[in-house]
């Protein structure tokens, strides 16, 4: 297969590397293991649509194992491993999380760690260690050549979700004098390195700023003789080395670039951030904002993975928040027990009508949550939100409002079921619905930029929040305007 | 800047491109703005956080403009594009979208509309032909040369979201014979021609089947003599022509390759797929799912440009249908009149226990709904996920059930709200929260996996859903837990 990215060779030719591949096998054969490749292969046959029947004595493939992975505890993993040829269970260990790449490690013994560890680059390392529990932090590190622990120290130092923490160290350097040749007989020597890439090439001054680029076609279709200076990209698209990852994920949708050098804010290069890692940032980020807007604290690990403990915390905390606010609906409902006890008809559309606040505010922060990660709406356009919409919320009031109206009109005339005052129910069902989509469309749409102005995750404007505030305001609403509408007849 | 991919130099390189730096300024410059820098810069500064005073002589920049995009007409993001130094805009302009691409297309003449066609990919131009009104179609393929037209023909008959509709044409084929010195110098001839990409070659057979592929970086470190048969990397990880782009986007996250290639079902090798183009993808179907999440259908444009009847529409069918649903809970309150005429003092918990319900609900389905997405959790896990959302709904509810209990405990205390039955009325708030949240949990878990077994999409399993789905139910449980526990005493 294609390596993981051009790093993986790299692994396997470059110096310190060079190790691996004689360490690993007397590590990883033998021993007694607590799962075969017939066990992992019936798991994985569960899901895969595409299962062919497979001779039982055929050694496991990567696909089956990955297949069946979320479901194998550590150890089964580890053997799943060793069941496979070593060249594949090393590509799909390079591939792992690092959350799996620290239960594996320190599930070994470290002579087996420090050779798989090596496989990793500095940038994965670096997430290993930052993942790991802090009392096994210092062994890991231990486990490192020189060169390979300064770069992990270096990376360390930055947030995790920062480009900082994203970046590859290993990049190709130029220098502008260079001729285009030279340049391409450097990078030929250079390609038997563990870096990430040689195709794209970064020119830096002698303080390692950064210059330009140059990519590996550049210099295949430049003149021999000119230097680099001469054809290199000076105008490059950058990264700080403190943006964070959305930001980051948004650069690269917007430019299509397949390579972004990081610098800090000298212009000092530090690193490169790979497309294929933003794809992983672009799921954890969705994922993260799907969770929040549906009531809950993102997990850290996949579903089947958390532990009940964990997925009764991240959940119960948001349900207990919710609960309390929605208690205020009993406490206005109190406000207006003479009402419900003259027209206990109202109680019946109670649900009906806080729903359809809720239904219409959670449309309408989802729609605009979204926008935002998206960079598609700024903090500065939420004027541009309201006018749309104080319009699209009457339009969708006025639509439920009649609705509700004529459902109340058919049933009295099917079953008679709503008394002389039907029609004025009918109205005060209608009117209010409108109040209440109005309002929710309103507060649903406004939320995320209110969070966002104190600094807060605009996706916590979830589904349930905004229902809850609006359940409290629908009630107050529905019973105003019974209030307007019935004193004289039925109130 | 680093080209959008290696296309872009092909583009200028390449001979049928060659014509366009010529054509296109001569149709660029000159004619009567309808916006100026000074404006585009004002519009986008409202956004940008880091905006830098500019001098207004200063021409516009590619950032500025990019800013400004989304709410400019195509008359203006014309004249932006024309206020943009010609190479800028051109980059600018291949990285937009393909409905971005069709407005300003069509709002040109047909010589400037061939120049900048011509910028675009085969992939790209296929894009921009499947978003165009049908009437434009055959107008815009007449503009394209003899070769793109018949590649970008071979494309429109894949839907767009399948991996052959994503892939691109343009890729570096090598004959498996040929030594590793002459690929290289091939590739290196290749280089100027309009490749997606020469750093990752196919090796074909006669018949066009994909037998192996090798990285440049692979050519650059093999003896020069041996022939490519013998080191390419003939298991090669490929994705079928027919793939859905969901499934390809997986592909990538677990591999972390930077190109796929795509083959039919007969191994024959139709194109390539690189990781850049899924950033996008990844992006589109997390929104997708998120917009169906929040209770709507999914909007085809960003939400600053869709028209207001689209909006209307896409929320409107669906607050619709929810609150044809949500009038069974007047329907279920109806059979209930006598219960609620007796103890009115019970309606006024109506809201809080439905609300619970329905958020537990949202959780659960928000949960199973993005583990789906990401592969995670497989239809056939379904028996895990009932077991896990048992517990958990047991656990919450329970947690709910407690804390509403004291809620009346103490506002009895406090100002006796609830009369002399109150210790009554609280075991059947709590035992109903109970009951509630257990349903309201396991249908949210449930909802996704049934729709997805009915070939529906799982997101439709939309928080908004569940909740109404809940709410009746909800009312239900309430309703006959008071008849139980209150029967001979209140009712």
Known sequence: MVPPDDHAEGAHDGEPEGATPVEVPTEVTGGVLRIDAHTIREIADLGVAQAVAVNAAEPLTVEELREAWPVLDVDERSDGLKLLEQEDAEDLFTTLSARDHVQLLLSWRPGKRRSWMRLLEPDDIADVVQEAPDEARGELMALLDERTRKEVQALLAYAEDDAGGLMNTRYARLRPGMTADEAISYLRRQAREALETIYYAYVLDPDQKLLGVVSFRDLLTAPPRTTVAEFMETDVIRANDEMDQETLSRLFAEQDLPVIPVVDQHGVMKGIVTVDDIVDVVEEE????????????????????????????????????????????????GFFQDEIGKAVVLTVFIPLIISSGGNSGSQASTLVIRAMAL??????????????????????????????????VLWQAAAGSYGDHYLLIGLVVGFSLIGVVMFGTLAGSMLPFLLRKLGADPASASAPFVATLVDVTGLVIYFTVAHLLLSGSML
């Open 286 to 333: 969705a994922t993260e904002d799907i969770q929040k807007m549906g009531g809950m604290q993102a997990l850290e690990q996949p579903y089947l993975e958390s532990s009940l403990g964990t997925m009764i915390k991240s959940r119960g905390v948001w349900l207990t928040v919710l609960m309390v606010g929605e208690m205020l609906t009993a406490t206005a409902m």
């Open 375 to 408: 960079g598609e709406v700024r903090g500065r356009d939420w004027w541009r939100v309201v006018r749309r919409e104080i319009l699209t919320g009457l339009a969708l009031g006025g639509i439920l409002g009649v609705i509700g109206l004529i459902r109340i």
